[in-house]
């Protein structure tokens, strides 16, 4: 037997465990202290081995001549050349642009530092975008525009416990990351503020000293009304304003208007309820401090990137940025939400957080790569963008997916089947035959996170170890070796390498100097260190836990207020859609599905959460089979009735694919900034299923 120490398969907090591997093979999961978890894993921890031995896995590559026949099993030479030879082809005569990638959150640094290196050297397209932009890009937008970086928390997650007051906005960490709540229940424990903004009392909202229960669509009208009450009251810090902000008179002129009345009358939060919520916040600065945290509750919304503005507007007129266990913080989602986009899958980035379109870092980055600066391409359409043109006059003609369920995750669900169906060629690298790998022409099976070494960077930008505990079965390929073996048959091998570590060490060389700076942090020192926080701009550097304290990263080391106005969510309700929908995800169930779906003991039914009232208006009972339906399609889940909802709002989960696919109603309108869909309001109507 082997014991493996490493971190869970799921979500940015990475909790810590250890592996133990019998002598055939079977993988039993332990805990592992860590300053994230303490200790703890929830379900979807405890149960990550159960998919590493399970029958759905894919052990071979799979073909078809087309989309009618069934697949076939295929060697991997010939899988390989099938796809270098259609990828050349399309190429040639059609142009280098008509091929296209995607990534995703979930591949390791290496992975996801590769695959960008893969599109722009080998492939040398523009078209490489990844499935965070459905997940992180409006949080990353709003904070590079205030503070120069993006790190998902500026500080290390154990500072939360020790803070005053939290104000979570679009969160329900209970369910998508138990552990993260020992952190939130320590303020609590100590006398300070929880406050939860929420169209639902969820679980996390169960915990809160206070809930402000949000109408959808109108969280950036709330920020502007704490942010006007925390200046009318005589509650902002004017010194840290004038030393350390710019732009603040501009912001407050958009504040101004939202007097709490008004804010109260468009997002139904009770005027008591936000006068409470600064109060709250302002004694928290003023004594152990004050955090405002969004999710994507804020954040997947056509305006989510001034949401979030907005919200870091609040705090910088509080003064907490840069303050001990204070500021402004983003709970990042996917397993590596963090370094998967800092290291160039990004459309608009190159490794290190580097701009494409800046020419100092092109040539940097095409120094270390051993290329011309001129041969790389610019930048590229964003993920539900770049989808849209999929199989269109002058759009991409070849796909090829890695890390990412396209096919159940992006909104206006059936488009988006058409546009796949519309490909010459789709090709999806996968564990598992997932809803968008059914739909491909070749599928090529990977490894899992326990059979793969390689590092992650978790919520909190601290970069750790992922450690291979067990073997892949038989016929299974790292994705660094598929797009080496893919390089090499399309002319260029001689610049990629499928060992993790040398990847990684070329990953190192090209963000050095760049904002997210990996330079010091090696294999060695994060195993010895056990995690390191970037930057981190040499071996003798220390690592940065904690951003701000002496200024920040811009022109002129201040952080900038950005004036925001409020509008309506795109679509909003009328008389034939008299309903909002919001979406999310449960404790049983993480992102598409795709792998805790198929664990027996993480089994869950799609179902829509509907207040009573609503019901009742709606000839509606609990346990009743219900159709939801937007303009752009329809979903089924069952009824389950709950107080804990508006009574003008339903909630249905993401996690399944076909008819229970809530992602076919969702709407695509993209954040101007962004680019980031509008996932979390749409008006829809409620149709009773009848047997």
Same mark, same amino acid.
């Given at each position: ?80 050349? @099938? +796809? ?72 290390? =997650? ?37 406050? @939860? /903004? ?11 000293? =206070? ?44 504040? /101004? ?20 919520? @600064? ?19 804020? %954040? ?47 459309a608009d980035q190159l490794p290190g957080y580097r701009r494409i379109d800046d020419p100092a870092a092109r040539a940097h980055v095409a120094a270390v790569w051993g290329v011309d600066p001129d041969d790389l391409p610019g930048p590229g359409p964003s993920a539900y963008e770049l989808i849209e043109r999929l199989g269109t006059d002058g759009g991409p003609r070849a796909l090829l997916v890695h890390g990412t369920n396209l096919a159940v995750s992006s909104p206006r669900g059936r488009f988006v089947a058409d546009r796949l169906a519309a490909l010459d060629l789709l090709v999806v690298s996968d564990v598992v035959l997932? %809803? ?6 070749? +599928? ?15 919520? %909190? ?8 505990? !067990? ?37 190192? #060389? ?29 071996? /003798?550097?220390?690592?940065?836990? #904690?951003? &701000? ?11 900038? &207020? ?8 795109? %679509? ?89 696919? !809530? ?25 009773? !299923?009848?047997?």
């Open positions: 037997m082997g014991t493996t120490a490493t971190h869970c398969a799921y979500c940015a907090l990475q909790c810590a465990m250890t592996l133990t591997a019998d002598a055939v093979g079977r993988v039993t999961v332990g805990p592992r202290d860590f300053p994230t978890n303490r200790g703890g894993l929830c379900q979807k921890g405890w149960t990550a081995a159960e998919l590493l031995s399970s029958p759905h896995r894919l052990t071979t590559p799979l073909l078809r001549v087309d989309r009618s026949a069934s697949f076939r099993e295929a060697s991997w030479d010939e899988a390989l050349d @099938v +796809v270098a030879a259609r990828l050349t082809a399309t190429q040639r005569d059609h142009g280098r642009d008509t091929v296209a990638v995607l990534g995703g959150g979930g591949l390791t640094n290496e992975k996801a530092y590769q695959l960008g290196k893969f599109a722009r050297v080998a492939l040398r397209t523009k078209n490489i975008d990844y499935n965070g932009r459905y997940c992180m890009s409006s949080a990353a937008a709003a904070s590079n525009r205030a503070f120069g970086i993006d790190r998902g928390l500026p500080f290390p =997650l154990p500072d939360l416990a020790e803070t005053g007051a939290v104000l979570l906005a679009g969160g329900n960490v209970a369910e998508t990351m138990p552990p993260f709540v020992r952190h939130l229940a320590a303020v609590v424990d100590r006398g300070g503020a929880l406050i @939860v /903004a929420d169209p639902r009392h969820t679980a996390t909202a169960e915990r809160a000293t =206070l809930h402000l229960p949000v109408l959808p669509g109108t969280d950036l009208a709330l920020a502007l009304g704490l942010l006007h009450i925390a200046v009318a009251d005589g509650h902002a810090d004017r010194a840290y304003i004038h030393d350390r902000t710019t732009g603040f008179d501009a912001a407050w002129r958009a504040a /101004a208007q939202w007097w709490p009345e008004r804010v109260e009358r468009v997002t139904g939060v009770s005027v008591q309820a936000q006068r409470a919520t @600064v109060a709250q916040l302002a004694a928290g600065a003023r004594g152990r401090g004050a955090v405002v945290l969004t999710a994507r509750g804020a %954040e997947q919304q056509s305006k989510g990137t001034d949401t979030v503005s907005a919200l870091i507007n609040l705090t910088l007129a509080l003064g907490l940025p840069g303050k001990p266990s204070s500021g402004f913080g983003c709970i990042t989602g996917q397993g590596n939400g963090q370094g998967g986009r800092e290291h160039g899958q990004k997932s %809803e968008t790998a059914a739909l491909a022409d070749v +599928v090529l099976p990977v490894t899992q996170w326990a059979e793969e070494d390689g590092t992650m960077t978790n919520l %909190e930008g601290r970069v750790i170890r992922r450690r291979r505990a !067990v073997a892949p079965p038989p016929g299974v390929r790292t994705e660094l070796s598929v797009l080496a073996a893919l390089a090499e048959r399309l002319g260029r091998g001689d610049r990629f390498s499928d060992d993790p570590e040398t990847v990684y060490d070329e990953l190192r #060389r090209a963000s050095a100097g760049g904002v997210a700076d990996y330079a010091g942090i090696g294999w060695d020192r994060i195993d010895a260190e056990g995690g390191v926080f970037w930057p981190c701009p040499s071996v /003798a550097h220390p690592g940065t836990p #904690r951003l &701000f304290a002496d200024g920040f990263p811009t022109p002129d080391g201040r952080a900038r &207020f950005v004036a925001v106005e409020h509008r309506p969510p795109a %679509e909003d309700v009328d008389a034939e859609h008299p309903v909002y929908l919001t979406t999310g995800r449960i404790l049983q169930q993480y992102q598409s599905g795709a792998q805790t779906r198929r664990i027996a003991a993480l089994a869950a039914e799609p179902h829509v959460e509907i207040h009573p009232d609503l019901a009742l208006r709606s000839g509606l009972a609990d346990g009743d089979l219900v159709r939801v339906v937007s303009r752009r399609g329809d979903a089924v889940g069952r009824v389950r009735l709950t107080t804990t909802i508006r009574p003008d709002t339903v909630f249905m989960p993401f996690h399944w694919g076909g008819e229970q696919a !809530v992602n076919r109603v969702t709407n695509p309108a993209l954040d101007p900034v962004s680019r980031m869909p509008e996932f979390k309001v749409c008006a829809v109507r409620l149709e009773r !299923v009848v047997a």
